[in-house]
């Protein structure tokens, strides 16, 4: 079973600031994902990649495979990014583990 | 765009009753998902399914069973409500196992159980 660590799990920053997320995981995935969870409940996909680089608007998802590491950057945050940012990898046939989620505040 | 609909935001329960939490998704998707979410702990599967009638086990099955009878809807039935139940629930559904797409979530129902 693959172990998935996210780090920071709290994380305050103000507004405007440059924000790092990180996530690694123990053993070979075909995808890894990062999610975004507003209070309330609510989940919606980011980002999914397998390899190198994605992004979209002020936010971008990088993924090393051979270190089992993947960052989530946002850029100049703004206070409506506020929420809980999870990582999760797949492997085969849909099967996905979470890891605990990395809750972020942002401050005017 | 994918719509997953939980039939409750909210529930409220007594221990012992039998508990159904209901799941639609209108995108045709092969793949459905109950998961529970706890503090410190993160999502967890229950039970997820392939097709219509079929189940599989998660991490966590026990005191739990679901139900797929059409494509579109995936029940979780908690058999006799016990306190440790009390949780965020959400279900979510993908496309097939073999594409490698996102899952889709609903809102999730917040279960406490008396």
């Known amino acids: 079973k693959n172990e998935v660590e996210q780090s920071p799990q709290n994380l305050t920053a103000q507004e405007g600031e440059f924000i790092t997320i990180n996530c690694s995981y123990s053993?070979?995935?075909?995808?890894l994902h990062w999610l975004q969870q507003h209070p309330g409940g609510g989940i919606v996909s980011l980002f999914m990649?397998?390899?190198g680089k994605k992004k979209h608007g002020r936010l971008i998802a990088t993924i090393n495979i051979q270190e089992k590491h993947s960052s989530l950057h946002i850029t100049a945050s703004h206070p409506r990014d506020s929420a809980v940012y999870i990582c999760?990898?797949?492997?085969?046939?849909?099967?996905?583990?979470f890891g605990t989620g990395t809750k972020l505040q942002v401050i005017p | 765009d994918v719509k997953v609909t939980q039939s409750s935001r909210y529930l409220v329960k007594r221990t012992g009753e039998k508990v159904f939490l209901e799941c639609v998704q209108d995108m045709d998707h092969e793949n459905m998902f109950w998961y529970r979410q706890d503090p410190g702990l993160g999502l967890r599967l229950i039970y997820f399914?392939?097709?219509?009638?079929?189940?599989e086990k998660g991490d966590i099955p026990e005191g739990y069973s679901v139900s797929r009878e059409k494509k579109e809807r995936f029940s979780l039935i908690l058999e006799s409500a016990s306190t440790n139940q009390t949780s965020m629930y959400l279900c979510?559904?993908?496309?097939?196992?073999?594409?490698?797409?996102?899952?889709?979530f609903g809102d999730g129902t917040r279960l406490s159980i008396l």
């Open positions: 053993v070979g995935i075909s995808a």
């Open positions: 990649l397998s390899s």
């Open positions: 979510a559904s993908s496309f097939d196992r073999y594409s490698n797409q996102p899952q889709h």
């Open positions: 999760a990898v797949s492997g085969g046939y849909q099967k996905v583990t």
């Open positions: 399914s392939y097709d219509v009638k079929m189940k």
